[in-house]
């Protein structure tokens, strides 16, 4: 299931919305967590790839069209490769993964207070209240209407 469906929250169901709760923190923590990991991993193997490309970038400078090696000349052959810039870029996918999965970690712990609320909400009568209030405007206009119809009428 997705997040969008996860996080919806069923007021008519709220004991089964509360029972559910501890499995979604658990799977949206875990994806969570499972992508900080690649995003560890992938990190170590943008260093590795760097260092690999910098030692190649060292023994063959001149397939990199560096006259002199420096410091610099080597870190720029290296960061402009595409080697290096093929992980970067997933790397970059890994921490906006890891961003996605925070967020909607966030929204399934946010979604207990949803939960308490509207419990708070049915045990106060909040919802009897409402549908109280709906019968008795019903009630009056149409005790208005018949008052009025009777008093075109004539009636008393």
């Given amino acids: 299931m997705s997040i969008a469906e996860d996080k919806k929250v ?5 004991h089964l919305e509360d ?15 499972e992508a900080r990991d ?10 590795i790839v760097y260092a690999e490309i910098e030692k190649e970038v060292r023994s ?10 420096t410091e610099n000349a080597v870190r720029s052959a290296v960061v402009i490769s595409k080697k290096y810039n093929d992980i970067y870029n997933e790397h970059l996918d890994n921490c906006k993964e890891v961003d996605l999965m925070g967020v909607a970690r966030d929204t399934i712990a946010d979604k207990r207070a949803t939960i308490d609320g509207e419990i708070k909400l049915f045990l106060n009568s909040y919802y009897a209240r409402v549908s109280q209030d709906s019968d008795l405007k019903e009630a009056k206009s149409k005790d208005i209407k018949k008052l009025m119809l009777s008093k075109k009428r004539g009636d008393k």
């Fill in 60 to 69: 063959n400078p001149e397939e990199y069209n560096i006259e002199k090696i």
């Fill in 19 to 33: 029972q559910k709760q501890p499995s979604l923190v658990e799977k949206w923590g875990t994806r969570w967590a």
């Fill in 10 to 14: 069923d007021i008519h169901n709220l």
């Fill in 38 to 47: 690649k995003e560890r991993r992938g990190k170590r193997n943008l260093e």
